[in-house]
Structures are given as C-alpha cells and as structure tokens.
C-alpha cells in the first residue's frame, strides 16, 4: 500500500521522520505499521566501490566525529569482506525460562515450534533482499550462534549484501564457504531455541551494534575496517563526498602505484 493510501490507523506523514526525496510504503504488520523504503540499488552500488575509510572521512566533514563507528569488536568473519546497504534492522529479546526436561523427540518438536513461534526468521527476512544489509541485536546471548549458514544461504538467495550481528555466528567455515558477508562479535556454538526470540515488533525499530544505534533504512557500510553508519537523512550528501576524497586519494597515489606497477 502507498503512503497515499490513507486509513483511519494509518500514521501521517509528519510521524515518520522521512525525508520527502525518498519513497517508500507502509505495511501492516500484526501489531504496527512498518515503513518500507524503497532501495536505490544505484546508491548501494556507489558505496560499495569506495572505503569505510572515505565514508568516516566524510562524515568528519558533517560532524559526525567518532558517533557513527561502529565498535571493532563487531568483525568481518574472514577477510576481503565489502558490503553496504539499507539497514533491516532486527531486535533479539533474551529468554529468562527455563527449559522444561524432556525426550529427544520432544525437544524436536519444541525446537520446530519455537523456530515457528518465538524466533520466526521470516519476521525480517520478509524486508531483506537486494540492496539491504540484516542488522540484528543479538548481544544479550553472545554465544548463541543467531546467524548460521541456512539463513546465511536464505539470505543469499535473495540477494541480500550482507549481516551485521553484536552478538553470535556458527557455521563459520560453510559462510566463508559461500562467501556471504557477515560481521559479528562473537563465534556462538548454541542454536536459538530456549535462548533468544524475535517478535514482529521488534523488525525495523531502533537498534544498537557496537555502540551506535541504527535506524531502518540506514545505510551500513563494512570492510576490513571495519562498519560505519550513515544517517539515511543524509546518505546521498554524504557519498558525494566520500566519493570525492577516495578521488583525492587516488590521486596522490597513483605515481607511487605507477612506480610499483601496482593498481588498488
């Protein structure tokens, strides 16, 4: 449905904090309206061909000194990562129960219906796709492992550009493997179930990674580096810019890589 489109529970305009230059929709989701922008593929793959390091230098210029860094703690899981993109942004809620005792059999079945229930991926994966990055609050349990290589190939397969997680990854060597880009804070060993749970409000909210918070639609750029955020309001101003300092930069270098017979 369009913002256009208007219905008595439908928030207005002036309640969405949204710049006019960008378009986007609303869905209904079983307890709120979730604002869904639309993706400028042409504006991920402009980030994607310059540095986190250009991206900060940028945002420097704008006084944004330090406050968009995301922490090193949250690492790329193997090297020559590059990822950018708008931020579906995922809050996990720890589980403060205790699982009840039962057969192997059982817990399958209790396994299925929490995956079904308590920690239905497709809560998110239903706004992930090409030219987003999955930013997801995990860092209560940091050693369960939230991303593994199912979701990673899921994600995959719908194009996604990549996920951020404050908190665990497993399957570690079948990601590298397909080489789907994934930074996170810790190598969790422990699945979901009884641990963690997503519910359908807490998709595409405020979150915080590395201590910065990241808002929906967000624009997440990571390399070796390391993870930068840009403030959707000003993601365009701000390429620009850094699009203009790696120019600089290359500039400077090119004798000294023309000397080596080298090129970036």
Aim: proline share 5%; hydrophobic share 40%; with cysteine.
């Amino acid at each position: 449905m369009r913002i256009n489109d208007k219905r008595k529970d439908e928030p207005s305009e002036e309640n969405l904090s949204l710049k006019d230059t960008y378009m986007y929709s609303l869905i209904r989701s079983p307890h709120r309206w979730v604002i869904v922008v639309n993706i400028d593929l042409n504006l991920v793959r402009r980030y994607k061909s310059i540095r986190v390091a250009d991206v900060v230098d940028a945002l420097d210029r704008y006084g944004f000194h330090e406050r968009l860094l995301v922490s090193q703690r949250i690492r790329p899981l193997y090297p020559g990562i590059k990822l950018a993109g708008y931020a579906i942004t995922v809050q996990t809620r720890k589980v403060q129960e205790e699982i009840p005792s039962m057969s192997p059999e059982e817990y399958d079945k209790y396994a299925e219906e929490w995956y079904r229930i308590r920690a239905n991926y497709d809560h998110f994966m239903k706004f992930a796709g090409p030219g987003t990055v999955i930013v997801i609050d995990a860092s209560s349990c940091p050693d369960v492992g939230f991303w593994g290589s199912t979701i990673a190939l899921i994600a995959k397969t719908k194009g996604v550009e990549g996920v951020v997680v404050d908190g665990g990854c497993r399957d570690t060597w079948e990601i590298r493997r397909i080489e789907f880009p994934v930074f996170c804070s810790s190598i969790g060993r422990t699945e979901v179930v009884g641990r963690l749970e997503i519910r359908p409000e807490d998709v595409n909210i405020p979150v915080t990674i590395g201590d910065v918070t990241v808002n929906p639609y967000d624009i997440i750029i990571g390399d070796d580096d390391g993870i930068v955020v840009v403030p959707r309001s000003i993601a365009k101003e701000v390429l620009k810019r850094a699009e203009r300092q790696l120019v600089i930069d290359r500039k400077i270098q090119r004798k000294y890589l023309n000397k080596l017979g080298m090129t970036f």
